[in-house]
């Protein structure tokens, strides 16, 4: 875990706490405190579970973002990616297949490669085996490979876009939508 005695400084120097303020209100020594600020000893979580509690600070304060592409890349590889393979269901019934596509820690984007276990005979929205969802918070973009149908709701309507290999779509947050394919034969 990354916790940084640091940051216990900083937080001092922000709220106006000398060492011995500090220490008077996490109910630890002024030795603790001191040890704790010079390094000789460690910053230890129930301590810092105190200062959550007592002063108008959060766990995140305490810790630092750990830098997993510091080389400024990474690269995740097809037997990885195998590896975090997940079935969804939907009614009961296998409907999409997830894996994991390279992700950073510090990265708001969490894209995924799914795989269509739905095959449609027909294009019709109302297709009872389309298993729509209810949306979600994030901004949705996806890259289509092969013959996908794309469903989603457009002013209580439903509605479906055939695409295909090289097509990308983008939804807003809370668009109902889901995915089917038209044919799988290399089903994976
Ligand atoms: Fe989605």
Redesign the pocket.
């Known amino acids: 875990m990354m916790v940084s005695n640091i940051k216990l400084r900083k937080v001092l120097n922000d709220l106006k706490r000398r060492p011995e303020d500090a220490a008077k209100d996490l109910k630890i020594s002024v030795t603790k405190i001191n040890n704790i600020l010079s390094n000789k000893s460690k910053l230890d979580f129930k301590t810092i579970s105190r200062a959550v509690k007592i002063w108008p600070i959060n766990y995140g304060d305490f810790f630092s973002f750990y830098d997993d592409a510091k080389l400024g890349f990474k690269i995740m590889r097809h037997n990885e990616s195998e590896k975090s393979k997940r079935i969804m269901k939907r009614g009961g019934k296998p409907y999409y297949l997830y894996k994991d596509t390279v992700m950073s820690k510090l990265s708001p984007f969490r894209p995924e490669l799914i795989t269509e276990l739905e095959v449609v005979a027909n294009d019709s929205p109302k297709n009872s085996k389309v298993r729509f969802?209810n949306g979600?918070f994030l901004h949705?973009f996806t890259y289509f490979i092969g013959p996908v149908n794309f469903y989603y709701i457009e002013k209580n309507r439903k509605k479906v876009a055939k695409m295909n290999t090289g097509d990308s779509m983008y939804i807003s947050p809370y668009v109902c939508?889901s995915f089917t394919t038209r044919k799988n034969k290399k089903s994976c």
């Open positions: 969802n979600h949705q939508h």
